[in-house]
């Protein structure tokens, strides 16, 4: 059958989607651009926030205005959280919750059979109505990473998913389930196939890395996510190893001291989600860490680890986040060597605690504070990209644009631009970098990464 993916959210939709678009191909199915050649139209769903959820609505009434025959498949968080509802919306004939898509491409065949809606007996479509799998949220879905050469550059490799922390704000816990983890054995694996398969760079990705390994360990072993780390570090290859977000206190002097030590296998980038800079936002929120925890831990990191980029999420208009609490926060984002942030505006989230806590912050001054952290992001992001000129990076070329150049991503995350042949894409390369350009850098090609490092 012909299957259009479409993916909304996170790295781990991005991830799974790409797990779910191998395993289509390997059983014979025909990857299509978009809705209009398709038989068959998966949607993979985020439900972060109330428009992501109208987001995919909006996206399946496109996908039938297009093709009206098109039959439709939902899974992801939105899905899970709210299986009836979407089944409830037009052309929906099937909806799979985020564990059941490790089977997402048998529920296919079983209900269109393998040559698609299109060619099923009449008998077969006189079903009751969609088919509703929500399989609770209790194992891991096991999805191998796509390893085919028409993937990205950067692979995703999902070590692990679910979340046992309440944050106030959040409904993923309700839509990911409980932490769980993949044994060292198992990644270890996974990366081994990415690396055979050419893939110049790996992502580390999970709902709440930080937490890996708790549901392994044992009274007398526990399993921390620095184990995992040092675990796949002798089987790299030529690829280099980038880490997703982590919560400040859950990056340990271990995780440091493998970052100053491995430069060239595992990216000096850090992505550390502070919320916000004051302890009392921090406490409505039922985040884990505290403002010291940052505070501390930014200075050492990027002391200890040469060309360290630490980014941070912030979430402005939180409510009881008094004028006085957002001035804590930008004094302290101002005081920290961040080379940038995510801002995001507070919006309420059906099913949350937030929704229940008093003194809202009114809707124009929670836009105000996030174009103010806004230009203190691109302010600390100009003046590291200034930091690092002069610098020969280790970088993954990811594509030609349009004028020629070719576009790169360096280790410590800023985009850069430069001559080369097309044949260096999907390769590792040195860049030195000459100069600072819109969102990113230019640069010049000064090398290849030659051997791999070794173990």
Known sequence: MRVALDTHGCRLNQFESEAIARALDRAGHRLVEGPSAADVYVLNTCTVTGSADADARKAIRRARRTNPGL?????GCYATRAADEIAALDGVEMVLGNVDKDGLVGQLEAVFGRSGPAARPPAAGARSGPVVSVEALTRFAHLPPALDATARTRAYLKVQDGCDYRCSFCIVPRVRGPSRSLTVTQAVGQLRALVAAGRPEVVLTGVHLGTYGRDLADASHRVRFSDLVEALLPHLGRARLRLSS?????????????????????????????????DEVLRRMRRAHTVADLAELA????????????GSDIIVGFPGETEESFARTCALLEALPLAYLHVFTYSDRDGTHATTLPDPVPIAERRRRNAVLRELSQRKWTAFRHMCMGQIRSAVVERATADGRLEAVTDNYVRVWFDGPTTLIGQRVNVELTGVEAQGAVGRFASSTGAAPRP
């Open 246 to 278: 982590l919560d400040p206190h859950e990056v340990d002097n271990r995780l440091l001291d493998l970052l100053r030590h491995n430069s060239a296998r595992l990216c000096p980038h850090l992505h550390l989600p502070m919320q916000s800079g004051d």
């Open 299 to 310: 200075p050492r990191a990027v002391a200890a680890v040469e060309g360290l980029a630490i």
């Open 71 to 75: 039959a439709v498949v939902v899974t």
